[in-house]
């Protein structure tokens, strides 16, 4: 297995780790059981669906799809960590949870992005894509 790959499923799972034991914390004070479990599955939607995307193109995606998926993971791990230690450890501000909404759909929408785009990126540079060059007919 490719260390990049180990690499990045490893920082995936300690920052969703981290990430949900932030929020939990963030949130010690609130009544509602039901809600940190459900914020809990929000703030962890993106690493499992990382790692459910990193499964399904592992063995047979292009290698520049998965090479750009991992890298998307790792920058995924530290700045979803980053940006939730952040949130916990500062003064408070009139809106932290703001963040614990947001990132996960921002991250979910930058994988989508980056795996897409270097699917593309690898049909064309292969030549598998249906774009024909100018003066081929």
């Known amino acids: ?8 499923k490893v920082a995936t799972i300690v920052s969703a780790v981290g990430s949900v034991a932030l929020l ?4 010690r004070r609130n009544k509602s059981i039901v809600l940190m479990v459900l914020f809990s599955i929000w703030v962890l939607a993106p690493f499992v669906g990382s790692l459910l995307l990193n499964a399904l193109i592992e063995k047979r995606g292009p290698a520049i799809a998965r090479t750009a998926l ?7 791990a530290v700045a979803s960590l980053a940006l939730y230690a952040d949130t916990v450890l500062r003064p408070p501000v009139s809106q932290p ?18 795996v897409v785009t270097a699917a593309f990126v690898s049909r064309l540079i292969h030549g ?10």
């Open 70 to 76: 991992h890298v998307a993971m790792l920058v995924l």
């Open 24 to 27: 939990l914390y963030m949130g």
């Open 97 to 114: 949870v703001f963040r614990f909404v947001l990132l996960p759909v921002v991250s979910c929408v930058l994988i989508i992005i980056v």
């Open 1 to 8: 297995m490719h260390m990049l790959s180990v690499i990045s």
């Open 128 to 137: 598998r894509g249906t774009a024909r060059s100018i003066g081929s007919d």
